[in-house]
């Protein structure tokens, strides 16, 4: 408690009052003897830095529970209506040891921060040419992103499956040359909106240029060319359609 009076350069009375208000709220957990932030302190801290930077307005309905995010609409300053994305990664142990084995001593806040910015990163390096919202923003473990009005792929009915499966292909071309492979392609992953392919979920990227890039990109391939097989008997080869897309 003294230590944390003299950071904030406040009485020891008063610093007792906001600890336990703070935790009141359950924005910090204490043991008795050590402080530390809960997850929704963290947040309270990057929605606060959101709204002071004049990004986030208002937070409007969850219109997504991804297995590793919760996703908002939000009103922006701007009076545009923006998506936001709270990386939490570090909320499904398993997956991250499974899926990032060299952040797993790290802790939560900076597994799901990191996850954000890695998002930013991706977004930022395609959006010029390839289909993806457009970034906003980011703070800690949030994203502001373009909202999509559109459907998951899995759950929209395509007329014509050939001309999307070929939208689909020609995007992930042109990622794989703007040096990026996106590594968790799905059905779920992608947004159509009317005759627009939107690829969407990228914190688990890797370069181009990474040794494992071919074997990441042949997965990603690989569902996606299963489900139009599933779905929608579409004749493809893994082969011809990687070809197509590396060279
Ligand atoms: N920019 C966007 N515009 C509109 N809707 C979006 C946008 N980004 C995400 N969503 C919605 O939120 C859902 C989850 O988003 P995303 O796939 O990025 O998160 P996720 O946590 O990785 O989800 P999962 O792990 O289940 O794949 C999407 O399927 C989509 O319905
Ligand atoms: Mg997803």
Redesign the pocket.
Known sequence: MEDIAAFSHSSLKKTDYHIKKLAKFDLIRSNGVKYTLSYYGFDILALNAMYKKKIIRSIGDQ??Y????D?YEILAFNDKTY?L?IHREGFSFKKVLNNRPNMYKRNWFNISTKSALREKEALSRLYSSVSV?KPIATNRHFIV????D?T?LKYTYLEDPEWFFEGIINEIRKSYHCGIVHG?LSE??I?IDGDRVVL??WPQFIYSKEDMADKILTRDIKKIVYYFIRKYSLNKEINDVLKKIKD
């Open positions: 219109i997504g991804g297995k590793e995010s996703i998506i994305k919202p992103l373009e909202k999509i559109g998951m968790d779920y992953n947004l969407i979920d």
